[in-house]
Protein backbone atom coordinates (compact mmCIF):
# COMPACT_ATOMS: atom_id res chain seq x y z
CA UNK A 1 0.00 0.00 0.00
CA UNK A 2 3.01 2.79 0.41
CA UNK A 3 4.52 1.71 -2.77
CA UNK A 4 0.74 2.05 -4.83
CA UNK A 5 0.87 5.24 -2.34
CA UNK A 6 3.89 6.80 -3.83
CA UNK A 7 3.21 5.62 -7.60
CA UNK A 8 -0.40 7.20 -7.33
CA UNK A 9 1.16 10.61 -5.71
CA UNK A 10 3.79 10.79 -8.64
CA UNK A 11 1.02 10.29 -10.93
CA UNK A 12 -1.08 13.27 -9.37
CA UNK A 13 2.47 15.08 -9.03
CA UNK A 14 2.70 14.42 -13.01
CA UNK A 15 -0.42 15.75 -14.11
CA UNK A 16 -0.48 18.98 -11.72
CA UNK A 17 2.26 19.60 -12.97
CA UNK A 18 1.11 20.16 -16.65
CA UNK A 19 -1.57 21.99 -15.12
CA UNK A 20 0.65 24.19 -13.83
CA UNK A 21 2.68 24.65 -16.97
CA UNK A 22 -0.31 25.72 -18.90
CA UNK A 23 -0.50 28.74 -16.96
CA UNK A 24 3.13 29.75 -16.73
CA UNK A 25 3.66 33.00 -18.35
CA UNK A 26 -0.29 33.82 -17.32
CA UNK A 27 0.23 33.76 -13.59
CA UNK A 28 2.38 35.09 -11.62
CA UNK A 29 4.42 31.44 -9.33
CA UNK A 30 3.23 33.05 -5.62
CA UNK A 31 -0.11 33.40 -6.54
CA UNK A 32 -0.18 29.97 -8.07
CA UNK A 33 1.19 28.36 -4.87
CA UNK A 34 -1.71 30.50 -3.08
CA UNK A 35 -4.32 29.45 -4.86
CA UNK A 36 -3.03 25.84 -4.86
CA UNK A 37 -2.60 25.88 -0.98
CA UNK A 38 -5.92 27.48 -0.27
CA UNK A 39 -7.73 24.96 -2.26
CA UNK A 40 -6.16 22.17 -0.97
CA UNK A 41 -6.16 23.53 2.33
CA UNK A 42 -10.03 23.74 1.94
CA UNK A 43 -10.26 19.67 1.03
CA UNK A 44 -7.52 18.44 3.38
CA UNK A 45 -10.00 19.86 6.30
CA UNK A 46 -12.81 18.13 4.51
CA UNK A 47 -11.13 14.59 4.85
CA UNK A 48 -10.32 15.51 8.09
CA UNK A 49 -13.64 16.14 9.29
CA UNK A 50 -14.92 13.45 7.33
CA UNK A 51 -12.59 10.60 9.42
CA UNK A 52 -13.09 12.27 12.32
CA UNK A 53 -9.37 13.10 12.85
CA UNK A 54 -9.70 16.10 14.72
CA UNK A 55 -8.91 14.47 17.91
CA UNK A 56 -5.55 13.54 17.08
CA UNK A 57 -4.22 17.28 17.72
CA UNK A 58 -5.11 16.84 21.38
CA UNK A 59 -2.36 14.05 21.71
CA UNK A 60 -0.18 16.11 19.66
CA UNK A 61 3.07 17.67 21.17
CA UNK A 62 4.29 20.83 20.35
CA UNK A 63 7.60 19.90 18.76
CA UNK A 64 5.38 17.58 16.06
CA UNK A 65 3.00 20.78 15.44
CA UNK A 66 5.85 22.70 14.68
CA UNK A 67 7.35 20.91 12.38
CA UNK A 68 4.56 19.70 10.53
CA UNK A 69 3.81 23.60 10.05
CA UNK A 70 7.45 23.94 9.46
CA UNK A 71 8.30 20.94 6.71
CA UNK A 72 5.04 22.35 4.66
CA UNK A 73 6.56 25.66 4.55
CA UNK A 74 9.38 24.93 3.12
CA UNK A 75 8.19 21.96 1.23
CA UNK A 76 4.62 23.45 -0.43
CA UNK A 77 5.51 27.46 -0.07
CA UNK A 78 8.90 27.88 -0.77
CA UNK A 79 9.64 24.20 -2.47
CA UNK A 80 6.46 24.62 -4.80
CA UNK A 81 6.86 28.04 -6.11
CA UNK A 82 11.07 27.31 -6.86
CA UNK A 83 9.43 24.17 -9.10
CA UNK A 84 6.84 26.40 -10.84
CA UNK A 85 9.44 29.20 -11.75
CA UNK A 86 11.65 26.62 -13.03
CA UNK A 87 8.45 24.98 -15.36
CA UNK A 88 8.64 28.77 -16.51
CA UNK A 89 11.84 28.69 -17.79
CA UNK A 90 12.43 24.94 -18.63
CA UNK A 91 8.89 23.44 -19.46
CA UNK A 92 7.63 20.15 -17.75
CA UNK A 93 9.99 17.84 -20.08
CA UNK A 94 13.05 19.05 -18.82
CA UNK A 95 12.27 20.58 -15.16
CA UNK A 96 10.75 17.09 -14.05
CA UNK A 97 13.67 14.82 -14.60
CA UNK A 98 16.09 17.70 -13.33
CA UNK A 99 14.12 17.76 -10.09
CA UNK A 100 13.03 14.52 -9.62
CA UNK A 101 16.59 12.91 -10.08
CA UNK A 102 18.16 15.27 -7.64
CA UNK A 103 15.14 15.56 -4.95
CA UNK A 104 15.53 11.55 -4.46
CA UNK A 105 19.08 11.52 -4.33
CA UNK A 106 19.35 14.85 -1.98
CA UNK A 107 16.83 13.09 0.32
CA UNK A 108 18.48 10.05 0.66
CA UNK A 109 21.62 11.94 1.71
CA UNK A 110 19.73 13.81 4.38
CA UNK A 111 17.54 10.65 5.62
CA UNK A 112 21.19 8.32 6.00
CA UNK A 113 23.51 11.61 8.01
CA UNK A 114 19.74 12.92 9.69
CA UNK A 115 17.48 9.73 10.50
CA UNK A 116 20.15 7.06 10.47
CA UNK A 117 19.30 5.10 7.20
CA UNK A 118 21.36 2.61 5.84
CA UNK A 119 24.25 3.29 3.25
CA UNK A 120 24.51 1.10 0.09
CA UNK A 121 27.51 0.80 -1.80
CA UNK A 122 25.68 1.67 -5.10
CA UNK A 123 25.10 5.24 -3.90
CA UNK A 124 28.02 6.47 -5.69
CA UNK A 125 27.51 4.82 -8.59
CA UNK A 126 23.92 6.17 -8.92
CA UNK A 127 25.00 9.38 -8.14
CA UNK A 128 27.08 9.58 -10.95
CA UNK A 129 24.13 8.63 -13.25
CA UNK A 130 21.59 11.05 -11.98
CA UNK A 131 24.65 13.82 -12.10
CA UNK A 132 25.33 12.78 -15.85
CA UNK A 133 21.54 12.34 -17.06
CA UNK A 134 20.77 16.07 -15.33
CA UNK A 135 23.65 17.09 -17.23
CA UNK A 136 22.68 15.69 -20.44
CA UNK A 137 19.23 16.95 -20.61
CA UNK A 138 20.89 20.90 -19.71
CA UNK A 139 23.41 20.40 -22.59
CA UNK A 140 20.66 19.23 -25.15
CA UNK A 141 18.61 22.44 -24.10
CA UNK A 142 21.00 24.79 -24.63
CA UNK A 143 22.52 23.07 -27.79
CA UNK A 144 18.72 23.07 -29.48
CA UNK A 145 18.21 27.06 -27.79
CA UNK A 146 21.09 29.73 -29.39
CA UNK A 147 20.10 33.07 -28.11
CA UNK A 148 21.45 34.58 -25.64
CA UNK A 149 18.05 35.35 -23.76
CA UNK A 150 17.38 31.56 -23.38
CA UNK A 151 20.42 31.01 -21.77
CA UNK A 152 19.92 33.30 -19.33
CA UNK A 153 16.38 31.70 -18.57
CA UNK A 154 18.15 28.30 -19.08
CA UNK A 155 20.89 29.17 -16.17
CA UNK A 156 17.61 30.77 -14.08
CA UNK A 157 15.34 27.36 -14.59
CA UNK A 158 18.12 25.36 -13.40
CA UNK A 159 19.26 27.36 -10.42
CA UNK A 160 15.49 27.40 -9.53
CA UNK A 161 14.62 23.40 -10.51
CA UNK A 162 17.68 22.77 -8.14
CA UNK A 163 16.27 24.63 -5.10
CA UNK A 164 13.17 23.33 -5.31
CA UNK A 165 14.57 19.70 -4.75
CA UNK A 166 16.51 21.02 -1.96
CA UNK A 167 13.84 22.63 -0.06
CA UNK A 168 11.60 19.10 -1.11
CA UNK A 169 14.56 16.60 0.48
CA UNK A 170 14.74 18.80 3.81
CA UNK A 171 10.83 18.82 3.96
CA UNK A 172 10.54 14.93 3.63
CA UNK A 173 13.12 14.46 6.27
CA UNK A 174 11.79 16.39 8.94
CA UNK A 175 8.36 15.30 7.91
CA UNK A 176 9.71 11.49 8.39
CA UNK A 177 11.31 12.92 11.58
CA UNK A 178 8.78 14.44 12.94
CA UNK A 179 5.07 13.28 12.51
CA UNK A 180 4.72 11.81 15.73
CA UNK A 181 1.26 10.46 16.37
CA UNK A 182 -0.39 11.74 13.23
CA UNK A 183 -1.85 9.93 10.43
CA UNK A 184 -1.26 11.15 6.66
CA UNK A 185 -4.18 13.72 6.51
CA UNK A 186 -3.71 15.45 10.27
CA UNK A 187 -0.16 15.83 8.97
CA UNK A 188 -1.11 17.07 5.33
CA UNK A 189 -4.15 19.27 7.50
CA UNK A 190 -1.26 21.18 9.16
CA UNK A 191 1.68 21.43 6.66
CA UNK A 192 -0.55 22.72 3.67
CA UNK A 193 -2.80 25.40 5.65
CA UNK A 194 0.40 26.25 7.18
CA UNK A 195 2.12 26.85 3.69
CA UNK A 196 -0.97 28.80 2.38
CA UNK A 197 -0.72 31.13 5.41
CA UNK A 198 3.03 31.64 4.24
CA UNK A 199 2.50 32.22 0.94
CA UNK A 200 -0.86 34.75 1.40
CA UNK A 201 1.67 36.11 4.01
CA UNK A 202 4.51 37.02 1.62
CA UNK A 203 1.33 38.51 -1.07
CA UNK A 204 -0.08 40.94 1.44
CA UNK A 205 3.35 41.97 1.88
CA UNK A 206 4.80 42.71 -1.85
CA UNK A 207 0.93 44.08 -2.11
CA UNK A 208 2.26 46.68 0.30
CA UNK A 209 5.31 48.01 -2.07
CA UNK A 210 5.45 50.03 -4.77
CA UNK A 211 4.35 48.80 -7.75
CA UNK A 212 6.45 47.07 -10.58
CA UNK A 213 7.08 48.77 -13.78
CA UNK A 214 5.83 45.62 -15.31
CA UNK A 215 2.21 45.49 -14.54
CA UNK A 216 1.51 41.33 -13.57
CA UNK A 217 -0.70 39.28 -16.60
CA UNK A 218 -4.45 39.46 -15.12
CA UNK A 219 -6.55 36.70 -13.47
CA UNK A 220 -8.82 34.68 -15.11
CA UNK A 221 -11.49 32.26 -14.20
CA UNK A 222 -10.06 29.64 -16.22
CA UNK A 223 -6.60 30.04 -15.03
CA UNK A 224 -7.83 30.40 -11.54
CA UNK A 225 -9.95 27.27 -12.23
CA UNK A 226 -6.85 25.33 -13.43
CA UNK A 227 -4.77 26.17 -10.47
CA UNK A 228 -7.31 25.39 -8.34
CA UNK A 229 -7.37 22.02 -9.70
CA UNK A 230 -4.16 21.27 -9.25
CA UNK A 231 -4.15 22.06 -5.87
CA UNK A 232 -6.67 19.55 -5.45
CA UNK A 233 -5.11 17.07 -7.02
CA UNK A 234 -1.79 17.42 -6.52
CA UNK A 235 -1.32 19.88 -2.72
CA UNK A 236 -4.48 18.03 -1.55
CA UNK A 237 -4.63 14.19 -2.43
CA UNK A 238 -1.00 14.22 -3.86
CA UNK A 239 -0.04 15.50 -0.37
CA UNK A 240 -1.89 12.87 1.63
CA UNK A 241 -0.48 10.03 -0.44
CA UNK A 242 2.79 11.01 -0.07
CA UNK A 243 2.67 11.20 3.63
CA UNK A 244 0.82 7.86 3.86
CA UNK A 245 3.58 6.81 1.90
CA UNK A 246 6.78 8.49 3.53
CA UNK A 247 4.65 7.06 7.18
CA UNK A 248 4.95 3.45 5.48
CA UNK A 249 8.30 3.07 3.20
CA UNK A 250 10.21 5.91 5.10
CA UNK A 251 11.61 8.99 3.38
CA UNK A 252 14.50 7.87 1.03
CA UNK A 253 12.30 4.65 -0.56
CA UNK A 254 9.32 7.17 -0.66
CA UNK A 255 11.05 10.05 -2.65
CA UNK A 256 13.14 7.15 -4.92
CA UNK A 257 9.57 5.58 -5.91
CA UNK A 258 8.42 9.40 -6.60
CA UNK A 259 10.63 9.44 -9.24
CA UNK A 260 8.58 8.35 -11.49
CA UNK A 261 6.93 10.66 -12.34
CA UNK A 262 8.79 11.82 -15.62
CA UNK A 263 7.63 8.63 -17.08
CA UNK A 264 3.81 10.16 -16.70
CA UNK A 265 5.16 13.77 -17.40
CA UNK A 266 7.05 13.65 -20.54
CA UNK A 267 4.06 12.13 -22.53
CA UNK A 268 1.85 14.97 -20.89
CA UNK A 269 3.92 17.40 -21.61
CA UNK A 270 3.86 16.28 -24.99
CA UNK A 271 0.11 15.71 -25.73
CA UNK A 272 -0.81 18.59 -23.92
CA UNK A 273 1.42 21.59 -24.19
CA UNK A 274 2.92 20.84 -27.61
CA UNK A 275 6.76 20.24 -26.17
CA UNK A 276 9.65 18.93 -27.85
CA UNK A 277 11.20 15.80 -26.78
CA UNK A 278 14.24 14.95 -28.43
CA UNK A 279 15.99 11.55 -28.08
CA UNK A 280 18.97 13.03 -26.26
CA UNK A 281 16.32 14.07 -23.62
CA UNK A 282 14.71 10.70 -22.93
CA UNK A 283 18.01 8.91 -22.86
CA UNK A 284 18.86 11.65 -20.08
CA UNK A 285 15.90 10.65 -18.42
CA UNK A 286 16.59 7.32 -19.27
CA UNK A 287 19.93 7.72 -17.13
CA UNK A 288 18.56 9.61 -14.39
CA UNK A 289 15.71 7.09 -13.54
CA UNK A 290 18.58 3.87 -13.77
CA UNK A 291 20.95 5.75 -11.32
CA UNK A 292 17.76 6.68 -8.91
CA UNK A 293 17.38 2.42 -9.00
CA UNK A 294 20.69 2.06 -8.58
CA UNK A 295 20.89 4.14 -5.45
CA UNK A 296 17.90 2.65 -3.95
CA UNK A 297 19.38 -1.00 -4.28
Do not use: C, K
Not at 161 to 187: I, P, Y
Amino acid sequence: MGAAAALLSSFAWALTSVLLTSQAGRMRPLVMSAVRSLTASVVLFGMLAATWGFGQFGEMSAVTGLSMAGSGIMGQALGDTLYINALGFLGVSRTFPITNSAYPFLTFVFAVLLLGEDVTWTLPAGGALIVAGITWIVLEQRRADVSDDIRVDLLRGLLFALAAALAWSLATVWLRGQQGNLDAVAAASLRIPAASVAVWMVIAIAGSMPAPALRPPPLTARGIAIVAAAGVLGTGVGSVLFIYAVEHLGAARTAFLTTSAPVFALPMGVLFLAERVTPRVLLGTAITIAGIWLVLL
